[in-house]
């Protein structure tokens, strides 16, 4: 599913100094659809996930001189859209809990909370209940076992580029995959249990 | 979807693909391409500040130059007034 347009980072370095401008320019033409598409897992709507993408992009002009041309761009991309997508789904949570959040209403009239408005413009309509359902579920995972979902189920990267995205150990990732996937399959097993009794 | 498809899904051996990738709207990218111009127009330039902070010093410093002559005048003047005053004095 992952479709990365490689820039060479030690010329895109080099380029950041010389010409932040026109470095910025070459990030946004090769990065945006495929940044724009995490955000669209963390904030599932159109109009929450571009505002997401922006403050992505602008934190990466921000810091466009502190780019070391040791690591890849996009892993330099993704780090910093995994952080302002957790700090995202922290800010709506308090906000949840401050009482601003959207009530989903079951066929069974109860209703459920969910911190983020769903609307995500790549799911099929008849898909739609279901990958509510699933984005509710890796929503509640615990923050590194869902950011490793989101990248390697929902984004297609390997383990070893999760590894160096979060900066951990590819034994790691192994196990946050392996926790996710089970707390994934209990929650949803829960959620099948509940709709059929 | 079943139980047994979102298993599946979640161990990636599911055909179907929940979501599949959007492209962003123009309206993005035009917003994207537009930040360095808004960080600009925001940012206040260190250049700026450093000749801001100079004025401020060369205005602080000017203040105590005045301040300094002005008191120096003034106290010449109070000795100059007293000589006048006392100038009888030389007469007797």
Redesign the interface.
């Known amino acids: ?1 992952s ?1 990365d347009i490689h820039i060479d980072p030690i010329s895109f370095q080099k380029e950041a100094q010389r010409n ?2 026109r470095a ?2 070459m990030l ?1 033409n090769a990065y ?2 495929m940044i ?2 995490l955000c ?2 963390y904030a599932p709507n ?1 109009m929450d996930a ?1 505002d997401l ?2 403050e992505v ?2 934190a990466a ?2 810091n466009i001189h502190t780019f070391k041309g040791n690591a890849k761009v996009s892993t330099w991309m993704y780090s910093i859209a995994i952080n302002k997508s957790k700090e995202f789904v922290r800010n709506q949570s308090r906000q949840k809990r401050s009482g601003i959040h959207v009530e989903i209403q079951h066929e069974d009239g109860s209703e459920k909370e969910f911190a983020i408005h769903f609307d ?5 309509l008849e ?1 739609k209940e ?2 509510q359902i ?1 984005f509710k579920a890796i929503e509640s995972l615990p923050d590194n076992q869902r950011d490793a979902f989101i990248l390697h ?2 984004d297609g990267k390997s383990y070893e580029e999760i590894s160096e995205i979060l900066d951990t150990s590819l034994s790691s990732v192994e196990s946050l995959m392996f926790r996710a ?1 089970k707390k ?2 209990d929650l ?2 829960d959620y ?1 249990h509940e709709k059929n009794s | ?1 079943n ?1 047994e498809n ?2 599946n ?4 051996t599911h055909k179907e ?9 123009s ?3 035009q ?3 537009a ?2 111009n808004q ?1 600009a127009s925001t940012v206040v330039k260190p250049s700026f500040m450093w000749i801001s902070a100079a004025c401020i010093a060369a205005l602080i410093a000017f203040n105590i130059f005045s301040l300094d002559k002005q008191n120096d005048q003034l106290e010449n003047t109070t000795i100059n007034s007293y000589d006048n005053y006392f100038s009888y004095i030389q007469h007797l």
């Open positions: 599913m479709s932040p401008d910025f320019h946004v945006s659809h724009f598409n669209l897992q159109k571009e993408t922006q992009f602008t002009y921000k995500h413009p790549g799911v099929k898909n279901e990958a699933v189920r929902i996937k994934l399959k949803l097993h099948y | 979807m139980m979102f298993e899904w979640i161990e990636g693909e929940l979501v599949t990738r959007t492209t962003p709207s309206e993005l990218l917003r994207l391409h930040i360095p960080i």
